[in-house]
């Protein structure tokens, strides 16, 4: 298994620019969720999903847009791009959740800056 | 909402030194994952607690949940270079949310 997988790795956008980054995992777990991690400032939770075609908002959904037509895909859209927007995004799944909470697999992240 | 509050935020120690975090919820929890994430890495799952007053070691971490299920902590005894990161604690917020703490960083002098 691949487990959690994001592309890209790194990413340089123009302010006003929209892109997508893209997760995907082979486990067949329900739960997947967008976490933007900032210094000081944890893991902040975007968007996340409970299941294909269901996906609801975290604490900073502002500026993103998700979907999910899939069990096993999950991507994030940014809209237009903004400095504020600069960020280490991780993609996480789990079996399900997050009551009770599941262990959260977490892909290598994508490293993104907007100038 | 509910919220997880994780102290310190920064850790430098001497090798060999004990290391201790803490979490604190706002609200009762059902149950608290602790993650760890190595400098440049991404977040790994260490353990889970789900009983009152519930008490876990792996190796050389002592993890504990309060009596009240409002708090936690991870203490680490003679830290060595590798324990070096980041670590998380979290639990399940509103909804189907998942919450975590800002985290401590940990930093081992040799």
């Known amino acids: 298994n691949a487990g959690v997988t994001q592309t890209p790795k790194f990413q340089v956008l123009k302010t006003g620019q929209s892109m997508t980054l893209q997760c995907a995992q082979d486990m067949n777990h329900e739960y997947m969720s967008w976490y933007r991690q900032d210094p000081g400032m944890g893991l902040r939770l975007i968007h996340y999903?409970?299941?294909?075609?269901?996906?609801d908002q975290g604490e900073v959904p502002n500026g993103y847009n998700v979907s999910r037509s899939t069990t096993e895909d999950f991507p994030l859209r940014l809209l237009s791009a903004a400095p504020s927007q600069t960020s280490v995004y991780f993609c996480?799944?789990?079996?399900?959740?997050?009551?009770?909470?599941?262990?959260?697999?977490f892909g290598p992240g994508t490293r993104l800056t907007v100038t | 909402g509910q919220q997880v509050m994780q102290i310190p935020q920064y850790q430098h120690v001497q090798e060999g030194e004990d290391f201790t975090t803490y979490c604190n919820s706002s609200t009762t929890l059902s149950n608290i994952q602790w993650y760890k994430q190595r400098p440049g890495g991404h977040p790994v799952f260490l353990i889970q607690l789900v009983k009152s007053g519930e008490v876990k070691k792996q190796k050389r971490l002592t993890f504990q949940f309060g009596e009240a299920k409002k708090n936690s902590s991870l203490h680490i005894t003679a830290t060595q270079t590798t324990d070096v990161g980041t670590y998380f604690c979290?639990?399940?917020?509103?909804?189907?949310?998942?919450?975590f703490g800002a985290g401590t960083i940990l930093r081992v002098k040799s």
């Open positions: 996480a799944s789990s079996l399900q959740g997050p009551v009770p909470i599941y262990e959260q697999y």
């Open positions: 999903s409970v299941g294909a075609g269901i996906t």
């Open positions: 979290a639990g399940p917020g509103d909804g189907n949310k998942l919450v």
